[in-house]
């Protein structure tokens, strides 16, 4: 019987911990929320905090920007996750914390739990824009900061729009080096 519970203990811990999902914006870069106040941003890993009908309670923690209204996935503020119009719709995680989060109610239509459909758009562009000279270049081959250069001066031969080239290059940091959604080998 202890060793049932032990194993009913440890099946909710492992569900608790594959809880996030994915922004799932079909078209476009971010998505305003909260009549503009609040910007989110596409593939950006959120927490379910509850359902609401059709809607989802969600949660976006991140590093929060030297402008105090921005968050980003990784310390290195490379990758942003949300924006909000005044800093104190940010709350902290304690006082002096560099990290913050904050909610948002969405439909469910823009949250999937499969990081490879929330970042489906920004890869095919990858592939469409960067695989016409070149095979495609392995995106964990580098890091955030290499891959700003490297997006910088491949740009002008992809020609790609403002929007694409903001989508390649969240995909290109996501899933670099150091990037969040990167699988370890
Ligand atoms: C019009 C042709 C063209 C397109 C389109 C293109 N590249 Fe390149 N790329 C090159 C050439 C030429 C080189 C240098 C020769 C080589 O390494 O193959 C290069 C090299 C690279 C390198 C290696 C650079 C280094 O210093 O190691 C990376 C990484 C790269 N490209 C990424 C990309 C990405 C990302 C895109 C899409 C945004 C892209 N390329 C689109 C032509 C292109």
New binding site residues.
């Given amino acids: 019987m202890s060793i049932l519970k032990v194993f009913l203990a440890c099946a909710v811990t492992f569900s608790l911990a594959q809880a996030t999902s994915y922004l799932y914006l079909d078209n476009g870069v971010k998505l305003d929320v909260k009549k503009g106040d609040i910007s989110i941003y596409n593939g950006s890993p959120v927490e379910k905090i509850s359902k609401k009908g059709k809607k989802v309670l969600v949660k976006i923690s991140g590093y929060i920007g030297k402008d105090g209204k921005t968050l980003y996935a990784t310390p290195n503020r490379e990758l942003i996750l949300a924006s909000v119009k005044k800093a104190n719709m940010i709350k902290k995680d304690s006082k002096n914390s560099k990290k913050g989060s904050v909610q948002v109610l969405i439909s469910k239509d823009n949250l999937t739990d499969d990081p490879e459909e929330a970042w489906e758009e920004n890869s095919d562009l990858?592939y469409d824009?960067?695989t016409?000279?070149?095979r495609a270049?392995v995106v964990k081959k580098?890091t955030m900061k290499e891959w700003d250069v490297?997006?910088n001066s491949?740009?002008q031969?992809?020609k790609?729009t403002k929007k694409e080239a903001k989508l390649?290059l969240r995909f290109?940091h996501a899933y670099a080096k150091d990037g969040i959604l990167t699988q370890k080998d």
């Fill in positions: 990858f824009k960067c016409r000279c070149h270049r580098h490297l997006f491949m740009k031969f992809a790609p390649i290109l």
